[in-house]
């Protein structure tokens, strides 16, 4: 079956370029999850969805970020004006439930973004 | 931020030596994961071990966890040259964030043949 699907698999932009990351996340999955990865180090969180709402932007590093997500379906994290400290692999995922107990996640591939 | 912190950060062994790797975290937590990381792109997750547990096995893999001393141990038994690669452990730890999950820094595990 298919998994969650990113895209691009990879970007190079420009600084103060504007970039879109998608992601597919498994078809029925109520819950999406994005977090950064930055060269040699762990994951960091951004920001989740249930179904369309995100009651938590909390994450987002700074006001150039944003995110959404339609139809309970496909994600689009945003950033405006990219600098350098924004290169880093985007991974996204998605689960069946949130809250309420542990349930799994399932990551994308992830987007590698370079800021030139 | 992170929570957690892996140690070691790199961890060269033979193949057939076992691969201990320890993970500490900050707050307290509803369970404790394992994931596996290739190349630097998708996660794959390993095992879980949740707050009332204290170890956990799968195949080749025993987890621990000891919510008094706030840590975790992965131990891989056997190990192969395929097990090369990231570990991380992420905590989970509000329940009104959905399954949030924060990851510590990692391991690098490699298995020479």
């Known amino acids: 079956g298919a998994g969650v699907s990113q895209s691009p698999s990879n970007k190079v932009t420009e600084k103060g370029k504007d970039v879109e990351l998608r992601c597919d996340p498994i078809?029925?999955?109520?819950?999406l999850y994005w977090y950064r990865q930055r060269l040699g180090q762990g994951l960091e969180f951004l920001i989740y969805?249930?179904?369309?709402?995100?009651?938590?932007k909390s994450g987002l590093p700074s006001d150039r970020f944003s995110a959404e997500r339609t139809g309970e379906s496909v994600s689009t994290l945003t950033i405006q004006r990219t600098q350098q400290e924004d290169s880093a692999v985007y991974l996204c995922?998605?689960?069946?439930?949130?809250?309420?107990?542990?349930?799994?996640?399932?990551f994308g591939p992830g987007t590698r973004l370079t800021v030139l | 931020s992170q929570q957690g912190e892996e140690d070691p950060q790199a961890l060269s062994i033979q193949e057939g030596e076992n691969a201990t790797m320890n993970c500490s975290y900050k707050?307290?937590?509803?369970?404790l994961q394992w994931y596996r990381q290739n190349s630097g792109r998708g996660l794959v997750h390993l095992i879980l071990?949740?707050?009332?547990?204290r170890e956990k096995h799968s195949g080749r893999l025993r987890v621990t966890l000891d919510t008094s001393k706030k840590s975790s141990s992965l131990l891989i038994t056997a190990s192969r040259a395929a097990d090369t690669a990231s570990y991380f452990c992420?905590?989970?730890?509000?329940?009104?964030?959905?399954?949030?999950?924060?990851f510590g820094g990692g391991t690098r595990l490699m298995v020479k043949p």
């Open positions: 995922a998605s689960s069946l439930i949130t809250g309420g107990g542990w349930v799994e996640q399932f």
């Open positions: 992420a905590t989970d730890a509000r329940e009104d964030a959905g399954n949030m999950l924060t």
């Open positions: 078809s029925g999955h109520t819950a």
């Open positions: 707050t307290s937590i509803n369970n």
């Open positions: 071990i949740r707050s009332n547990e």
């Open positions: 969805f249930q179904g369309n709402s995100a009651p938590d």
